[in-house]
């Protein structure tokens, strides 16, 4: 169940906002005039999020490649790998 806190809240009680985010690893959400406003969360856990939407974007570049046929055999791959490792 989402933590929802007023901003009022967050003003009033910033500590124990930041120490819930840290304990739980999840976002409060804060409203403004009764409507949402914000997610406030931890930085470990927005770099986490962060880390995985950047994952989430890399992988879906490789399935749109597999999908055009933008693709070489492994052996191939690995032996231009060796070949410029030998050039250095």
């Given at each position: 169940?989402?933590?929802?806190r007023?901003?009022a ?5 910033y500590n ?16 403004k005039?009764?409507?949402?406003d914000?997610a ?5 856990t927005?770099e986490?999020?962060?880390?995985r939407?950047?994952l989430?974007?890399k992988?879906?570049?490789g399935?749109a490649?597999?999908?055009?046929g933008?693709t ?5 791959v690995m032996?231009d790998?060796?070949h ?5």
């Amino acid at each position: 169940m989402p933590n929802i806190r007023s901003s009022a809240d967050l003003r009033n009680n910033y500590n124990d906002i930041s120490s819930y985010c840290h304990a739980y690893n999840e976002p409060v959400f804060i409203t403004k005039n009764g409507k949402g406003d914000l997610a406030v969360m931890s930085m470990e856990t927005y770099e986490e999020m962060a880390g995985r939407i950047e994952l989430y974007s890399k992988l879906q570049e490789g399935l749109a490649d597999i999908d055009a046929g933008n693709t070489r055999p492994f052996a191939d791959v690995m032996a231009d790998l060796r070949h410029r490792r030998e050039r250095r």
